[in-house]
Each structure stands twice: as C-alpha cells, then as structure tokens.
Antibody, heavy 121, light 110 residues
Framework: EVQLVESGGGLVKPGGSLRLSCAVS????????MTWVRQAPGKGLEWVGR??????????DYAAPVKGRFSISGDDSKNTLYLQMNSLKTEDTAVYYC????????????WGQGTLLTVSS | QSALTQPRSVSGSPGQSVTISCTGT?????????VSWYQQHPGKVPKLMIF???KRPSGVPDRFSGSKSGNTASLTISGLQAEDEADYYC??????????FGSGTKVTVL
C-alpha cells in the first residue's frame, strides 16, 4: 500500500526557515517523481515544485512564487522527500501536500495528509 | 504561470449532468494532453478523478468524464449524486516540467 506522510509543519516568523518532510512507503522512492502542492486556508490548490527521480536526473523545478526560496530534495536511503523553505512570507501559509503519480509523472494518484505551515509574527 | 480559469461554482439536481470548464492557454492546456482533475471534499485530501484529459483511474465511477477542445478542458459529471458535492480542480502540465492548477469549482447538489 502506498503511503505518504508529511511532517514538520508549524508556526514560523516572516523571514524564517523550515523544512518539511514526506516519508514514503509502498513503492520505490528512488524511481519516483515527487511533487509538493500547497493550499492556503480557504483557497485552491497550488503547484509548488517537483523533483525528478535520480534515474531521470534528480533535477528540480519550482513555481515562480517560491523559486529561489524553496528547495526540494530527497534521501533515497530514508525514502523521504524534503521541502526546505527559506525567507518565508505570510503568503506561504498553507497546508503542504506531497504527491506522486508513480509510475506516471503527469498527474497525482497518491497524496499525503498534508502538514500546516503558518507564517506569522 | 497563472492559475487555470474555472467557474467559481456550478450546481445541479440529483440525476442531472453538470460540466466544469478549465480554461488555460496554448502553453498549457492547449499544448499537452496532460490534464487531470481532482475532487476534494471539505477537510479531505484531493482525489484523482481523471488523468490524461479523459482517462479514469480504477474505482472512479464512469459518470465522471473528461474532454478537451483547444485551450479548454472540461469535466462532466453525469447522473449527479449527493456525494459528488465537493470542490473540483483541474491541473495541466505547463512545460519545462512544471504544472499549474485551476482556480477550483464548487459543485453543489441541489
């Protein structure tokens, strides 16, 4: 059974940093493309960024609002995906989901339960 | 990378059909057959309903169908049921390994 479990959310002051984690089980993490999606309170879904599998180069791509501030990485030995968030802004407040469509790469069959980040002074 | 445009809300009576549009550009919806649709009930995790414009994952009822014409994709729910009341989001590949979601549509079953 595929499971994605996010953790690491919390309250952070503007300008601060936080790292979210997504522990994966039920498939080969090293061969999966993984995506972060966020949802601000009462708002819609927003694509944040994606990391390709190591086999496909392991490169990352980001949405414009987070480019240069957020960084996605993965640890194959721990089957864990990370989202490092720096220079946080109040508008980054959201529930953050990790998701994948593995083995497909263009849609998302599997989602974690989400972890809430609140950026506030 | 602006959000794809969806109507804010649509409604229908049980048994009726409703269609949700998802309008993008020639750089996303119009350029690729990688449009997916997600259903989200309040407080729940999004669920994949349609992928690659018109394909249904196993377990999704066949009253959900998808299509695309030009820069606009559509999700149709036929034989509307009470449990279909939820928010629906489209998502399209937008090139350079990025994706973009729609603004979301609330479906109300009258």
């Amino acid at each position: 059974e595929v499971q994605l479990v996010e953790s690491g959310g919390g309250l952070v002051k503007p300008g601060g940093s936080l790292r979210l984690s997504c522990a994966v089980s039920g498939f080969t993490f090293s061969s999966a493309w993984m995506t972060w999606v966020r949802q601000a309170p009462g708002k819609g879904l927003e694509w944040v960024g994606r990391i390709k599998s190591k086999i496909d180069g392991g490169t990352t791509d980001y949405a414009a609002p987070v480019k240069g501030r957020f960084s996605i990485s993965g640890d194959d030995s721990k089957n864990t995906l990370y989202l490092q968030m720096n220079s946080l802004k109040t508008e980054d407040t959201a529930v953050y989901y990790c998701a994948t469509g593995h083995p497909d790469i263009m849609h998302f069959d599997y989602w974690g339960q989400g972890t809430l980040l609140t950026v506030s002074s | 990378q602006s959000a794809l445009t969806q109507p804010r809300s649509v409604s229908g009576s049980p048994g009726q059909s409703v269609t949700i549009s998802c309008t993008g550009t020639s750089s996303d919806v119009g350029a690729y057959n990688y449009v997916s649709w997600y259903q989200q009930h309040p407080g729940k995790v999004p669920k994949l309903m349609i992928f690659d414009v018109s394909k249904r994952p196993s377990g999704v009822p066949d009253r959900f169908s998808g299509s695309k014409s030009g820069n606009t994709a559509s999700l149709t729910i036929s034989g509307l049921q009470a449990e279909d009341e939820a928010d629906y989001y489209c998502c399209s590949y937008a090139g350079r390994f990025t994706s973009v979601f729609g603004s979301g549509t609330k479906v109300t079953v009258l």
